[in-house]
T-cell receptor, first 117, second 115 residues
Framework: AAGVIQSPRHLIKEKRETATLKCYPI?????VYWYQQGPGQDPQFLIS???????DKGSIPDRFSAQQFSDYHSELNMSSLELGDSALYFC????????????????FGPGTRLTVL | AQKVTQAQTEISVVEKEDVTLDCVYE???????LFWYKQPPSGELVFLIR??????QNEISGRYSWNFQKSTSSFNFTITASQVVDSAVYFC????????????FGTGTRLTVIP
């Protein structure tokens, strides 16, 4: 079965550079979530989109922005990178954003490991 | 507000021992969903189980079992006859039914199974 695809899998950037992470949800999934997991920490919710509109916002820095496109893939844009942005970034997708199972079951991608030097 | 507490930061067991990972949650939602994820050294998040708040039946899947107790707001995870491949970080997570639908994760428990 098709899973969530994230690219790139690894990314190395310098401080103050920009980075773009991409997420391709499972086919027919209309909701995308972004999470950030710092070293030795739990995943923290950043932002989510439903039907191409931002639906919920977590602890996403102002330097970051994201959007969901007409084909439902999503991109997380990160500017003025800081050392503290080094983390594993997960994308998850679900079918719908409300109600219970099976809707809103979040399936995670393999993550993008961002290293800021 | 949603909150998940995993008091055990690290646990080490010898292979074939049983081990229980604790999870305590807080939520004001009357309907909510609890999850366990496994994160092996490779980094991906592997879904293990989802439990709905209105279903307190315990569940067993092979060597894994889960004990959901609403009265104590706990959702503990037991691995019987542990194996080296069980070594990973295990996260308990909570999703409410109102407002944001994102997952709130606990801080994780690192399980090391010693051969």
């Amino acid at each position: 079965a098709a899973g969530v695809i994230q690219s790139p899998r690894h990314l190395i950037k310098e401080k103050r550079e920009t980075a773009t992470l991409k997420c391709y949800p499972i086919p027919r999934h209309d909701t995308v979530y972004w999470y950030q997991q710092g070293p030795g920490q739990d995943p923290q919710f950043l932002i989510s989109f439903y039907e191409k509109m931002q639906s919920d916002k977590g602890s996403i820095p102002d330097r970051f922005s994201a959007q969901q496109f007409s084909d439902y893939h999503s991109e997380l844009n990160m500017s003025s990178l800081e050392l503290g942005d080094s983390a594993l970034y997960f994308c998850a997708s679900s079918l719908g954003r409300g109600g219970g199972a099976p809707y809103n079951e979040q399936f995670f991608g393999p993550g993008t490991r961002l290293t800021v030097l | 507000a949603q909150k998940v507490t995993q008091a055990q930061t690290e646990i080490s067991v010898v292979e074939k021992e049983d081990v229980t990972l604790d999870c305590v949650y807080e939520t004001r939602d009357t309907t909510y969903y609890l999850f366990w994820y496994k994160q092996p050294p490779s980094g991906e998040l592997v879904f293990l189980i989802r439990r709905n708040s209105f279903d307190e039946q315990n569940e067993i899947s092979g060597r894994y079992s889960w004990n959901f107790q609403k009265s104590t707001s706990s959702f503990n995870f037991t691995i019987t006859a542990s194996q080296v491949v069980d070594s990973a970080v295990y996260f308990c997570a909570l999703r409410g039914s109102g407002g944001a639908n994102n997952l709130f994760f606990g801080t994780g428990t690192r399980l090391t199974v010693i051969p």
